[in-house]
């Protein structure tokens, strides 16, 4: 089983439609990210959180919004989507170091949305 | 200003050659990290390396070798005798202390195409 497991893995939707993505993650990694793939634009940052009770908005948050569950669980939403949100999505994780320090990201398998 | 510049967009090479994908980073922190991470067609991205600002030993793993230079702010990846499995987009990415907390840049990636 994937370490860090994203639902759905494809998703049609409609513009005006709320859309929830799941993330969990069994590497007991307490930083979380959400990021989107666009063709050319590289991997964009949309939020991240340290940890349960910290919530932060990466460079692209405009049109989303988080939940952070549990330490194991980061959902990104959108609450009325539209088609320029048509993307692949990855959720990330990574543990800690010394300080404010991180090592490396590790990704789930992505989610693509269609927005409509 | 935190910024990754991979300015190859694409690389095509025929299986054997040996490829050197460029990155180009900024930033004014002394204390960061980079990465090479591999997207194979399958979409999932795969981690490769990470080093930190006070390491510039080149690595070299398998037919994979890694230069760092601080001197020109970049962090360059060659594949040596490439195979069509090499075949993928590579992303270089930063992290560092950009307002007050540890994020990772990305850039837009570099995609490698190996003949047969």
């Known amino acids: 089983d994937a370490d860090v497991t994203q639902t759905p893995r494809n998703r049609i939707t409609k513009t005006g439609k709320r859309i929830m993505l799941e993330c969990s993650q069994t590497?007991?990694?307490?930083?979380m990210y959400w990021y989107r793939q666009d063709p050319g634009l590289g991997l964009r940052l949309i939020y991240y959180s340290f940890d349960v009770k910290d919530i932060n908005k990466g460079e692209i948050s405009d049109g989303y919004s988080v939940s952070r569950q549990a330490q194991a669980k980061f959902s990104l939403s959108l609450e009325s989507a539209i088609p320029n949100q048509t993307a692949l999505y990855f959720c990330?994780?990574?543990?800690?170091?010394?300080?404010?320090?991180?090592?490396?990201?590790?990704f789930g398998e992505g989610s693509r949305l269609t927005v409509l | 200003a935190q910024k990754v510049t991979q300015a190859q967009t694409e690389i095509s090479v025929v299986e054997k050659e040996d490829v050197t994908l460029d990155c180009v980073y900024e930033t004014r922190d002394t204390t960061y990290y980079l990465f090479w991470y591999k997207q194979p067609p399958s979409g999932e991205l795969v981690f490769l390396i990470r080093r930190n600002s006070f390491d510039e030993q080149n690595e070299i793993s398998g037919r994979y070798s890694w230069n760092f230079q601080k001197s020109t702010s970049s962090f360059n990846f060659t594949i040596t005798a490439s195979q069509v499995v090499d075949s993928a987009v590579y992303f270089c990415?930063?992290?560092?202390?950009?307002?007050?907390?540890?994020?990772?840049?990305f850039g837009t990636g570099t995609r490698l195409k190996v003949l047969a």
């Open positions: 590497k007991g990694h307490d930083r």
């Open positions: 990415a930063l992290s560092d202390r950009t307002s007050g907390t540890y994020k990772y840049i």
């Open positions: 990330a994780t990574s543990r800690g170091l010394a300080g404010t320090l991180t090592g490396e990201l590790f």
